[in-house]
């Protein structure tokens, strides 16, 4: 079965500093997805990439996901404590509603 | 704004109790979701209904009963519950499988 790991599990910034954070799969992706979850809360949608090569940008956090469709990265630029939280990423690898996720990322954002 | 509403957000029962978990969408998608996530594992999806039907059980144990009486509500029975089933329950829908997820707030569930 597909896999997805990220890494780093965990993660503490400076406030200002530029991270990232990374999705690596076992399988090639046919679509991947990255959230934002904050501690016992839902998650939330931050972005969608389905093409090799596709790079995607809002606010300070940009998503790319390489040609081979295997490995997807998430940029923050410029951190701030509002991008404190865990950061997952998500696919369906058969088109079939079956989602994975990854462990997740937590971040910590010094002020 | 969520747009997915989970009800309760706590919960705390003891194994024998019987109680339900409701989730309600207003986004108008046709696929809705439970998953289960536990301290340092990955998300793990339990249940996907498709235009009211189920269309994926993910090995889930029994003792948890989905129901979807709409494509806009989604319930998760519980009963006999064990120990290691404590863990924030979220549920999520989606206007088809290629599309992103919507998540409620999850409710966290504590068995006694």
């Known amino acids: 079965s597909q896999e997805l790991e990220q890494s780093p599990q965990s993660l503490i910034v400076q406030e200002g500093k530029n991270l990232t954070i990374n999705c690596t799969s076992s399988k090639t992706l046919y679509g991947l997805y990255w959230y934002k979850q904050k501690y016992g809360e839902g998650l939330i949608f931050l972005m969608m990439?389905?093409?090799?090569?596709e790079e995607k940008s809002h606010e300070k956090i940009t998503a790319k996901l390489d040609e081979k469709k295997q490995q997807s990265s998430l940029h923050i630029t410029a951190s701030q404590p509002s991008h404190a939280g865990i950061y997952l990423c998500g696919a369906d690898p058969s088109g079939t509603y079956k989602y994975i996720f990854g462990t997740g990322t937590r971040l910590k954002v010094l002020a | 704004e969520t747009g997915v509403t989970q009800t309760p957000r706590h919960l705390v029962m003891g194994m024998t109790n019987k109680k339900s978990l409701k989730c309600e969408q207003h986004?108008?998608?046709?696929?809705m979701y439970w998953y289960k996530q536990s301290a340092k594992k990955p998300l793990e999806l339990m249940f996907v209904y498709n235009f009211k039907e189920q269309t994926e059980n993910n090995s889930v144990p029994s003792r948890f009963s989905p129901e979807c009486p709409n494509s806009s509500h989604l319930f998760l029975h519980l009963h006999t519950l064990q120990p290691e089933d404590s863990a924030l329950y979220l549920c999520a829908s989606s206007q088809g499988g290629d599309q992103p997820q919507h998540f409620g707030d999850g409710t966290r569930l504590s068995i006694l």
């Open positions: 986004l108008g998608h046709n696929a």
């Open positions: 990439l389905q093409k090799g090569g």
